[in-house]
């Protein structure tokens, strides 16, 4: 190797010297750039966390605060086709008795039959009327003749008292006597006319057309006067045609039911079938028990198809005057205080109002009180559920 080859490789002082400042430098630069990465992602991890834990104890805090589904409720129309159960009754029913004593002789009508007003319906044996009526006629013969007695001697006393021939006391004496038989023959001929009144009940009669619908009696029964003692009771006539129809109306409906308002009977017999009647009259009081309105609808029953005693539903179309709405079932809170609907106001907070409740249509209640048709009503309410409580509102359009 040549000196001049050897000259050209070696480093001189000076520039070994300038490498030596140099490298000091280049090493705090990078370790400051090394620090400020470090810091900067600290400081990035820590603005992560932070903003995890925040978003955390938000999500927290949303989670505390219940989410709800509310629904408003639905208007119900003004006028409703509301159906009651009811009664059906005889027009006029009526037991028949006996107005004398005696035996029963002979029956000639059964349940089932129909009769018309006046038609014999039984006989009966009376003995002891018929002799009693016996002794009162010849009572009345006897007063009869006593009474042309005294008639006859008080005119002779009268000639004799205007000839100045007997004094005016025996006179007036056969004038008394004359008229006390004229008092004692009126009442022979009272008694004459009780005893064949009472004879004439031994036929018994139908009081109106009807059916029969009872024969409580038999031949050789012994039947006393009137409606004493037991089974006096002989026949039950029942006017079916028309049939009247009883029902008890909700207080809410009264002012709606009047006479001459259309109605309809179903009946479990005739299933698919209506019967159709109108309301004749109403009792113009509610009942403070039941809070109801007697009302009497009649049905034509010319056929004689519906039967009194019969169960019946009424369906008749009436106006409400109150406004009317109606929610599920699974809207309300039943508590000790009563119906409670919880209701979502506009600043998110549960409002519990109590509620009136009309009919119950099954799936859904009627409210007659206590909401507004802008009510947001939460549905499923949870029975922890507490008034002024933070709630997330859900909204759905309608309910079924």
Known sequence: MSYESIGENTTTPESSNQFRRTAPKHRF????????????????????????????????????????????????????????????????ESPIYARTSGYVARWYKDIGSRVQKGQLLADIDTPEVDQELLQARAAKNQADAQ????????????????????????????????????????????????????????????????????RNTDIGALINAGNS??????????????IRVYVDVPEI??????????????LPAFPGQRFSGKVVRTAD???????????????????????????????????????????????LLFRSEGPRAAVAGSDGKVHLKKVVIGQDYGTEVEILGGLDPSDSIVLNPSDSLDEGQQVHVMKVSSHS
């Open 29 to 92: 630069l990078v370790l400051i750039a090394i620090a400020i990465f470090l810091v900067a992602g600290a400081a990035i991890a820590f603005a992560l966390r932070l903003g995890e834990r925040r978003s955390l104890a938000r999500e927290t805090e949303d989670l505390a605060v219940p989410t709800v589904i509310v629904i408003q409720p639905k208007p119900e129309p003004p006028k409703q086709e509301i159906v009651l159960p009811s009664t059906l009754e005889a027009y006029t």
């Open 285 to 331: 009081a509610i009942d403070p028990a039941t809070r109801t309105l007697r009302t009497e609808i009649d049905v034509p029953n010319r056929d004689g198809r519906l039967f009194p005693g019969s169960y019946g539903q009424v369906h008749f179309g009436v106006s409400v005057a109150v406004s009317r709405m109606s929610v599920p079932v699974n809207a």
């Open 253 to 266: 409906y009264a002012p709606s039911v009047r006479p001459g308002l259309d109605a309809s009977i179903e």
């Open 229 to 242: 003692g037991a089974n006096q009771e002989l026949f039950v006539l029942a006017q079916i045609s028309p």
């Open 147 to 214: 009474l042309n007695l005294a008639k006859t001697s008080a005119a002779r006393w009268e000639t004799l008292r205007s000839m100045d021939a007997v004094a005016q006391q025996e006179t007036d004496e056969r004038s008394s006597a004359y008229t006390q038989a004229q008092a004692a023959l009126a009442s022979s001929s009272a008694n004459v006319r009780r005893l064949e009144q009472l004879e004439s009940f031994k036929h018994v009669y139908a009081p109106f057309a009807g059916t029969i619908t009872k």
